[in-house]
């Protein structure tokens, strides 16, 4: 099996300053799946443990002279400490810019290779990274896992199909600041938030205990897929009513998360999206965010890179 591309300098600075501090505080290891097409960063997809969070990059948008081969229809994955892979990416970046203009300065080529580390007996896997200067060259090597055996890619794959669900309602929420700042004061009250989204483009997220509740009600956010009109009498009614109105009516859901995992998720803004979308899987499974890009300039959706989350539901919610 072989990897090797150069990293664009788009691709570095979408990865250095942007996905990876965001992924590395979804947490310390994540899966790096290569493929012809796709580098996707999956987190949680195999151990079915915390926040599954997926990143998925066409290769144009990271990578220039992208080879790729392996007896597994060209697919490769392995896990990876994203601190370091994140290390190795800011510190190439500024050896590159230290040197020469030269036909072969500031390209940062990426490859996996076999070495034999010192006190070792047997030879372990590395993505080396390679800074090639005007009066220099500088060799990185960042340890990886024993890449994944066929039947570990395929459960790998199977995973991230199943993680491709969109649920039927989404709502935008404009401003992550505000949901950010209230949830780390939710965190101080306890450890279950209750989120409900309806089709009238409602977000409710509250947390109880025996002596407080607190809640925040986001309005008539942009819905995208299954909406209805609010009805008219439940203007003057509480939030709470109208959450339990219209979970009663079958135009919203609602589902408890961990506020651990809601906040963890909401790290993801590090990425710098141009919009961010929540809504519940069928059948309450679990709490969607999906972020969108656009294209630089424009209000058109950069299909080229993809980030979103899957919160696990601490209950089965109702519909």
Do not use: W
Request: net charge positive; charged share 20%; hydrophobic share 40%.
């Amino acid at each position: 099996m072989k990897f090797k591309a150069f990293l664009t300098e788009h691709g570095v600075n979408l990865l250095g300053r942007r996905f990876l501090p965001a992924l590395d505080k979804m947490g310390k290891i994540c899966h790096l799946f290569l493929t012809r097409d796709h580098a996707i960063f999956l987190h949680n997809l195999l151990n079915g443990d915390g926040v599954q969070c997926i990143a998925q990059f066409r290769k144009e948008a990271l990578f220039d002279d992208y080879r790729i081969s392996s007896q597994n229809e060209d697919r490769i994955a392995f896990a990876i400490d994203v601190s370091l892979l994140l290390r190795a990416v800011r510190s190439s970046v500024s050896i590159c810019t230290e040197f020469g203009n030269g036909p072969s300065a500031n390209r940062l080529q990426i490859k996996l290779v076999k070495k034999l580390p010192l006190n070792c007996t047997q030879p372990m896997p590395f993505l080396t990274f390679e800074t090639k200067g005007y009066k220099s060259a500088v060799i990185q090597d960042v340890p990886i896992s024993k890449p994944l055996s066929r039947a570990q890619v395929l459960e790998l794959q199977t995973a991230l199909e199943l993680a491709q669900d969109i649920p039927q309602t989404l709502v935008r929420v404009p401003d992550l600041n505000q949901l950010q700042n209230f949830v780390e004061r939710m965190k101080q009250v306890g450890d279950l938030l209750n989120v409900s989204i309806s089709k009238y483009g409602d977000l409710h997220v509250q947390i109880s205990t025996t002596l407080i509740t607190l809640g925040a009600e986001f309005r008539k956010l942009l819905v995208i897929g299954e909406q209805a009109e609010a009805p008219s009498d439940d203007r003057n009614q509480s939030a709470q009513t109208r959450s339990e109105r219209a979970i009663s009516r079958g135009d919203a859901q609602r589902v408890q998360v961990s506020v651990k995992h809601f906040s963890r998720s909401l790290h993801c803004h590090l990425a710098k999206p141009d919009c961010t979308f929540y809504g519940i899987a069928p059948h309450g499974s679990c709490l969607t965010v999906i972020f969108q890009f656009f294209i630089p300039g424009t209000h058109q959706t950069d299909k080229s890179i993809s980030l979103h989350c899957r919160l696990p539901v601490l209950d089965p919610g109702s519909s």
